[in-house]
């Protein structure tokens, strides 16, 4: 390892900068390749609805969902989905990542928690997101709490999963290290084992926000009349093509979105518990 470093340094003065120099260029090549292929879907979909290759009920154009967003901002409404629908997954999202984290530091840690819990839960994780509707109407009635439940359903599994296969594998030099330090329970898990582990924690929690946006939609059949949920089985019944796509847009960039501060809070904690 020593060796490898010692040809890959850099050997002058001019070596810091010319890493730096080298991650501006990485970071805009980085930005082009990421808009290349949302550019080149764009080009495609103008060209192709511009040339009448498919009827616009079929595939409005841009233009089209454009106009539509419009007529919604004006009417006050589309803002209102946005608001609601982020509401609704962050607070589901923090709900099942904040147990997911539980339990899967309970299973990943106590072998007893492992043999009591880890059969059923990898049960419960294949029910479809449609399955629990029925369930939750029943058990919660059509309130905001029966969404938020179903989104938190499924944002647990995946931090779950991640973290209780991550801290099974933590250096168990680390914890004995922690241990001489008189570090015990919850000071040890949160001080050593989590730190260790954080790339798989963040990895778990990206994977759980995607999966809440996604549970969004089947949270909003659940007698909903805002939110992009709404918006798209609105939309759908009603024949506006150019909405459903608009809420497929919103939800595409949300996630986006919110994935991106997931990973700039990745990159602060990795810079503090380095």
Known sequence: ???RAAVTAPSGPAGPATAAGRARLGRAGRVALGLLVPV???GAWWGTTAAGLVPP???PGPVAVWDAAVDLVERG?????VAISTQRVLVGFAVGAAAGLAVGA???LSRLGDLLLAPTLGAIRAVPSLAWVPLLILWLKI???SKITLIAIGAFFPVYTTVAAALRHVDPHLVEAGRAFGLRGLRLLSVVQLPAVLPSLVAGLRLALAQAWLFL???ELIASSMGLGFLLTDSQQNGRVDRILLAIVL???LGKVTDALIGLAERRLLRRWA
């Open 251 to 253: 939800l595409a960039l």
């Open 106 to 108: 309970l299973v990943g």
């Open 77 to 81: 409404q589309l803002w209102h989905h």
């Open 57 to 59: 009920y079929q595939l």
């Open 40 to 42: 080149a879907l764009l």
């Open 1 to 3: 390892m020593s060796d």
């Open 217 to 219: 939609v089947a949270a």
């Open 143 to 145: 309130g905001e709490e």
